[in-house]
């Protein structure tokens, strides 16, 4: 099993960053595909970005091409988030996710309990 743990959300204006962190546990962490979504207020939840188990192969949703990095730190069973010039659309509860396949293709194996971003204008 895989337990993850999202920190890093907060309160930012709008502009600013955050960069959000996910610490995973269990031994298939390496193995996992990951994975980050997110969810507004009265919104489905939507996918943010995705990295391959290597870390050798993102994926962005149209609206953060060019302002998130998604990025993988294997050896301290890591992920992360760059979230730059920040919209008060950005708004919302941000989950990790993971996936023994390598690649998340389908609904994710495990989910982290999310971490609450805000943009304020």
């Known amino acids: 099993q895989v337990q993850l743990v999202e920190s890093g959300g907060g309160l930012v204006q709008a502009g600013g960053s955050l960069r959000l962190s996910c610490a995973a546990s269990?031994?298939?962490?390496?193995?996992?595909?990951m994975g980050w979504f997110r969810q507004a207020p009265r919104k489905e939840r939507e996918f943010v970005a995705a990295?391959?188990?290597?870390?050798?192969?993102?994926y962005y949703a149209d609206f953060g091409k060019g302002r998130f990095t998604i990025s993988r730190d294997n050896a301290k069973n890591t992920v992360f988030l760059q979230m730059n010039s920040l919209e008060v659309d950005d708004t919302g509860v941000y989950y990790c996710?993971?996936?023994?396949?390598?690649?998340?293709?389908?609904?994710?194996?495990?989910w982290g309990q999310g971490t609450q971003v805000t943009v304020s204008s």
């Open positions: 996710a993971a996936d023994l396949s390598g690649i998340i293709a389908g609904p994710p194996d495990y």
């Open positions: 269990g031994r298939a962490f390496s193995s996992c595909g």
């Open positions: 990295i391959s188990k290597s870390g050798g192969t993102t």
